[in-house]
């Protein structure tokens, strides 16, 4: 493990020399990860992006990407855009990025199932807001607004999440 690796530990994850409150998906963590089970996947996973809603908050970083309208994640098991970023008009079965809820105004994309993603094994496996302290996800990880943004900032290159 390096400084910048973020573990999830029963008492939430450690990161950058303090543990920050987090709720997983109400499945537990696996390691046989599916589709629509609610379970947050483990192993170790790079950070390999940052969305964000510009309509509700400042760029937080350089590297965030702005949630557009009509921004869109495939969670479509059968197609060849499974577990990637597409756009409106989509046919297929997938999650709206920019939610009425503020759920995804911050969003940590994680390396799970991507960026050739194997059908079933799960999509959309995200660092994301909660919706109250201790409500499950339905397989990321998720924090306090505030600790979120700080966590976005304190991001490096090589962060990875840990899932044990």
Same mark, same amino acid.
């Given at each position: 493990m390096?400084?910048?690796?973020?573990?999830l530990?029963?008492?939430g994850?450690r990161?950058?020399?303090?543990y920050?409150?987090?709720t $997983?998906?109400?499945?537990?963590?696996?390691s046989?990860?599916?589709?629509?089970?609610? *379970?947050?996947?483990?192993?170790?996973? &790079?950070?390999?992006?940052?969305?964000?809603?510009p309509?509700?908050?400042?760029? #937080?970083?350089?590297w965030?990407?702005?949630?557009? #309208?009509?921004?869109?994640?495939?969670?479509d098991?059968?197609?060849?855009d499974y577990?990637l970023?597409?756009?409106?008009?989509? #046919?297929?079965?997938?999650?709206t990025?920019r939610? *009425?809820? #503020?759920?995804?105004?911050?969003?940590?994309?994680?390396?799970?199932?991507?960026?050739?993603?194997?059908s079933?094994?799960?999509?959309?496996?995200?660092?994301?807001?909660?919706?109250?302290?201790?409500f499950p996800?339905?397989g990321c990880? *998720?924090f306090?607004?505030?600790?979120?943004?700080? $966590? *976005?900032?304190l991001?490096?290159y090589?962060? &990875?999440?840990?899932?044990?």
């Amino acid at each position: 493990m390096t400084r910048w690796d973020m573990v999830l530990t029963p008492r939430g994850v450690r990161f950058a020399g303090r543990y920050w409150p987090c709720t $997983i998906g109400r499945g537990g963590a696996t390691s046989d990860k599916r589709e629509g089970d609610g *379970a947050t996947p483990r192993g170790v996973h &790079r950070i390999v992006g940052l969305l964000y809603r510009p309509d509700r908050m400042a760029r #937080p970083v350089d590297w965030a990407v702005p949630i557009r #309208p009509g921004d869109l994640w495939s969670d479509d098991a059968g197609h060849e855009d499974y577990n990637l970023m597409v756009r409106a008009p989509y #046919p297929h079965s997938h999650e709206t990025l920019r939610r *009425a809820d #503020p759920l995804y105004d911050l969003v940590l994309i994680t390396d799970w199932n991507w960026p050739r993603a194997e059908s079933g094994r799960g999509s959309a496996i995200f660092l994301h807001q909660w919706r109250r302290p201790g409500f499950p996800t339905e397989g990321c990880v *998720a924090f306090r607004r505030e600790h979120l943004r700080q $966590i *976005a900032g304190l991001i490096r290159y090589e962060t &990875r999440l840990i899932v044990p």
